[in-house]
């Protein structure tokens, strides 16, 4: 993973002219847009989005419609063995995760040591039931687009 990385080159002194010091601090693509000209007033003052969080929750109807979907499309043997909970629960546990690898990866032994404690399943899709929802999506919306 490069995020241990990039967090180093954000922290390092080399990018302090480009660190404001604030929680949405950008000193890399700040220092990327100054130098080819671009006013620090004109870009990054704020989170607009981009990460794709706040698409990650469904309402209870569309939750309904995805385990309806699955338990119609997918294999009973399949479906038994993936994780049953909400996407905004397994969110927080992969966000904890991806900051702690963020922070302390670079260090000796401690990036191998998170790839050998099986770091990837904590990911918020690792063999979960909301893998199937792209394809519950298309199944809903593939009629209007027919020709």
Known sequence: MHSPH????TRS???????????YD???ARRLAEEAGVSRALFG?????????ELRAMNDASERGLREFCEVEVPAAILQSLDQRRQVERDRAHFRMQAIR????????????LDWAGLDRWHAMWN?????????????IRTRYQV
């Open 128 to 140: 979960s039931i909301n893998l199937y929802r792209f394809h519950w999506g298309y199944e809903k």
């Open 6 to 9: 990039l967090y180093a080159i």
């Open 26 to 28: 950008r000193p890399i």
């Open 45 to 53: 003052q704020r989170k607009m989005g981009g990460s794709g969080r």
């Open 102 to 113: 963020t922070r302390f990866g670079i260090l000796p032994l401690i990036g191998p040591l």
């Open 13 to 23: 002194e080399e990018m302090g002219p480009w660190t404001l010091g604030v929680s």
